[in-house]
Each structure stands twice: as C-alpha cells, then as structure tokens.
C-alpha cells in the first residue's frame, strides 16, 4: 500500500497542487473539521460509492489516525483504483480545516 505523511499531503497542497482527499471519517468526526477540498466518503459506505469516483485518477485516503484509510485503501486498490493512504490520519494533520 502507497502511504504518505500528512506533512506530505499539507506540502503538496500549500504549492497549489491538486489532490484528490477521501476523508473515510463517520459524520461527527468529519463534522469536527476536515481537510479543505476532501470528499467525504464513510469507510462503510466506500464499497457502494465507489462509482463515484474516477480511475483515471489518483485518491488520498485520509481518517483519524490511518487505520480505516488503510481499510478503504485495499478496498479501491483491490477495484483498481490510485489509492494512498496518509499516514497518521487527521491526528498527525497540522494544516487547515474547513
């Protein structure tokens, strides 16, 4: 499975690069701020809506601390989806929330 940081993540993004953020988060977690542009998807959800997303592209995967990112990790890349899971999830996020 490709990991990266939230560092990583927060880096690319302050230099205006364009990523594709699935936060795998229940609601009220998501409720409480999540990454500006990320698309909620919840990990038990992320089977049925995996339609909604395109292959020709590639996807973070971002939750709390990066466990059930990693779980919707091997269930896209196991569809054929360009998944990375970021390592530490939203515990280790240091950048801006909406």
Request: proline content about 2%; overall charge negative.
């Amino acid at each position: 499975m490709k990991t990266m940081t939230a560092k990583e993540v927060e880096q690319q993004l302050s230099e205006g690069k364009e990523l594709n953020i699935i936060d795998v988060r229940e609601d009220e977690e998501v409720a409480e701020g999540m990454i500006p542009g990320a698309k909620h998807i919840a990990l038990g959800t992320v089977e049925e809506r995996a339609s909604e997303l395109d292959k020709d592209k590639s996807y973070i995967m971002v939750c709390r601390s990066g466990g059930r990112s990693g779980r919707a990790s091997q269930i896209l890349d196991e569809k054929g989806f360009d998944v990375t899971n970021m390592e530490g999830g939203m515990m280790s996020w240091e950048g801006p929330t909406k």
